[in-house]
């Protein structure tokens, strides 16, 4: 059987790598290195792909932790995650309408909706990477 505890540090990994590659993405356009832009983004959608796939894995197949932190930390946590997820289920939606009309030379639609999906995509790879920092790392598990 497969080690499944590993995907938790697998998924940060895979949403800190995409977080940077959003970023070097954007630095990229706004140089105006358009094919350099169009290769970070790819990866970008990319590697958020084989985050779903390990992040679907995980949480059919791996053992569910609960958070263990208390006080005012737990409130702060919720928020982060509640807003991740929410946030988390619209991103490939965007992310594909973003890339499609990139990809198909539709530059005006994917500035406009670009604007939308970057931010979006940006907080959610952030929040990403804090939930696995707070549930795995900083906090213990709950009792």
């Known amino acids: 059987m497969i080690d499944l505890t ?7 990994s895979l949403n800190a790598t995409a977080f940077v590659l959003l970023i070097v993405g954007y ?7 358009k094919s ?4 970070f983004m790819i990866a970008a959608f990319w590697v958020s792909v084989l985050f779903l796939i390990s ?9 569910e ?21 929410i ?9 594909i309408r973003t890339l499609y009309l ?8 994917h500035r406009k909706i670009a604007r939308i999906t970057f931010p979006i995509w940006i907080y959610v790879s952030v929040t990403g990477i ?14």
């Open 87 to 95: 946030l988390a289920a619209i991103v490939p939606l965007l992310a």
């Open 65 to 85: 932790r609960r958070f263990g932190g208390t006080g005012i930390i737990r409130p702060i946590y919720f928020f982060i995650l509640i807003t991740h997820i």
């Open 55 to 63: 992040y679907v894995t995980y949480h059919t197949w791996g053992q």
């Open 130 to 143: 804090l939930v696995y920092l707070m549930l795995y790392v900083i906090f213990g598990p709950a009792d």
């Open 36 to 39: 350099a832009h169009k290769r």
């Open 6 to 12: 590993i995907l938790p540090t697998v998924n940060a």
């Open 27 to 33: 630095m990229k356009i706004k140089q105006g290195a």
């Open 102 to 109: 990139g990809l198909k030379g539709r530059f005006d639609q």
